[in-house]
Antibody
């Protein structure tokens, strides 16, 4: 059974960096690709980006690309998200998900709420 | 990239069929057969119902089906049940090697 679990601070100050980690169990982080997706309150899902172990390659949402960094830690079977210079607009539930193929996300974490506020 | 366009809401009575549409462009929905549909009950993890336009993952009811014509993909739910009430999102691969979601459609079972 593949399981994903997000962890990280629930409160981040404006202009600081949001950092989240997704721990994967039941599958190797070395296979598939791994994504972060967020949902602001009352709004729809927004794809943030994905990371592959092969070549540590990444793809990011163009609207967030200048502020996003994703990485993989194979020793811990985890992948992470850093989003810099956050504002209130970055307040959202953040999900991590396993990707297969080109746009299929077949396993998701339960999501973690991150609030940007001073 | 712009979000795919979905109607904000749709409703139907138990036993009826409904269709949710998802309109993109020739750079995403119209270019690739990589459209997925997700069911999301608030507070829970989204669940994939359809992938690659019309494929159903193991365990998903055959009441759910997907199709595509041009730049528009569709999700049809037949034999509506109360448990189908949820938000539904489409997603598509794009020619920028990114993924874009639709704005979501709220399904109400009357």
């Amino acid at each position: 059974q593949v399981q994903l679990h997000e962890s990280g601070p629930g409160l981040v100050k404006p202009s600081e960096t949001l950092s989240l980690t997704c721990t994967v169990s039941g599958d190797s982080i070395s296979t598939h690709f791994w994504s972060w997706i967020r949902q602001p309150a009352g709004k729809g899902l927004e794809w943030i980006g994905r990371v592959y172990n092969i070549g540590r390659s990444t793809n990011y949402n163009p609207s967030l690309k200048s502020r996003v960094t994703m990485s993989i830690d194979t020793s811990k079977n985890q992948f992470s998200l850093n989003l810099s210079s956050v504002t209130a607009a970055d307040t959202a539930v953040y999900f991590c998900a396993r990707g297969r193929g080109s746009s299929l996300f077949d396993y998701w974490g339960q999501g973690t709420l991150v609030t940007v506020s001073s | 990239q712009s979000a795919l366009t979905q109607s904000a809401s749709v409703s139907g009575s138990p036993g009826q069929s409904i269709t949710i549409s998802c309109t993109g462009t020739s750079s995403d929905v119209g270019h690739y057969n990589y459209v997925s549909w997700y069911q999301h009950h608030p507070g829970k993890a989204p669940k994939v119902m359809i992938y690659d336009v019309s494929n159903r993952p193991s365990g998903v009811s055959n009441r759910f089906s997907g199709s595509k014509s041009g730049n528009t993909a569709s999700l049809t739910i037949s034999g509506l049940q109360a448990e189908d009430e949820a938000d539904y999102y489409c997603s598509s691969y794009t020619n920028s090697t990114t993924v874009v979601f639709g704005g979501g459609t709220k399904l109400t079972v009357l």
